[in-house]
């Protein structure tokens, strides 16, 4: 993201300012990445040009351009503005992170909203999930049963869980077996967030019984302890119960956090019933950076 966002901003800034890098060869060393950065910003622009999220960023982008070219005053080297663009996403970017995930989303479903007067707008989560692994978390630990019976060399290499890692917590995709199955309804599981965060949202999602090949939804996970780790500090984020309603297949439960963390630990205390087997589908962690 920071990539692309990156590429935006220096697209704006060539456009207006080509003149001012041009070197002794008459070359500029941005505009010759011109065609590139213009095919991104067709994709990213063009594609959302009536997105109220995509004209936020673009104001965002507009003002941070300005900064840039205000600051760059003429100078003529080409490495300075760089570095000055680099400095400035860095720093706008926490604020806008929000709206580049949503957007991302969105196009990897392959959808373009208000590309058309009467087409119906795509519906895209508003807020980041921070517990997702195309952001970079992790699972780090994990103490719980495999479904099927495990052996020697299997727990040996860490491969008890193969058939349904606990990694598809952190995936959006929900398609029937795609979460973590652990034996009974208890399991611990420690997660890494690719940032420190101030949490103010936990929650889970599962399947639909439609989803589910015979219609039993029982296996979802019930109730779930989270805890923040600081340190050697354990520091209690909630109780919580996952009601598995079918109108209702995402539930959030708001959190008081005091302090940021980038390692949550899960308590998986039971199910909805299931007498074998539990599946978390998937984890949901909002906050802010």
């Not at 500029?28 to 997105?51: A, G």
């Not at 936020?56 to 600051?71: F, I, T």
């Not at 969105?106 to 989560?125: H, M, N, T, Y």
Request: hydrophobic share 40%.
């Amino acid at each position: 993201m920071f990539r692309y966002f990156r590429l935006a901003l220096i697209a704006i800034v060539t456009d207006r300012k080509k003149s001012m890098l041009k070197s002794s060869s008459g070359h500029c060393p941005l505009y010759e990445n011109h065609h590139y950065i213009m095919l991104f910003r067709l994709r990213y622009v063009k594609c959302f040009h009536n997105s109220k999220k995509l004209e936020r960023l673009r104001q965002d982008v507009e003002e941070m351009a300005h900064m840039v070219l205000s600051k760059y005053a003429g100078k003529g080297d080409p490495a300075l503005l760089m570095d000055m663009i680099d400095r400035t996403v860095k720093k706008h970017l926490p604020k806008i992170w929000d709206d580049l995930y949503a957007i991302k989303k969105s196009l990897k479903a392959g959808e373009c909203p208000s590309l058309a007067s009467g087409r119906q707008v795509f519906k895209i989560d508003e807020r980041v999930n921070y517990a997702s692994d195309e952001l970079g978390a992790k699972i780090i630990a994990v103490q719980a049963q495999p479904v099927c019976p495990s052996n020697f060399l299997k727990s040996l290499l860490g491969m008890e869980f193969t058939a349904n890692p606990p990694v598809r917590m952190l995936e959006s995709k929900m398609e029937p077996g795609n979460c973590f199955a652990f034996k009974n309804d208890t399991a611990v599981v420690t997660i890494k967030l690719p940032h420190l965060v101030l949490i103010d949202q936990i929650g889970l999602q599962h399947i639909s019984k439609k989803q589910s090949p015979n219609e039993d939804t029982s296996n979802a996970p019930k109730d779930f302890t989270v805890f923040g780790i600081m340190g050697d500090r354990d520091v209690q984020l909630g109780k919580f119960q996952y009601g598995c309603i079918q109108s209702n297949l995402l539930q959030t439960f708001a959190v008081r956090s005091a302090e940021k963390y980038d390692l949550l630990r899960f308590h998986f205390n039971s199910n909805h019933g299931h007498p074998r087997y539990t599946c978390v589908y998937r984890i949901v962690v909002h906050g802010k950076m």
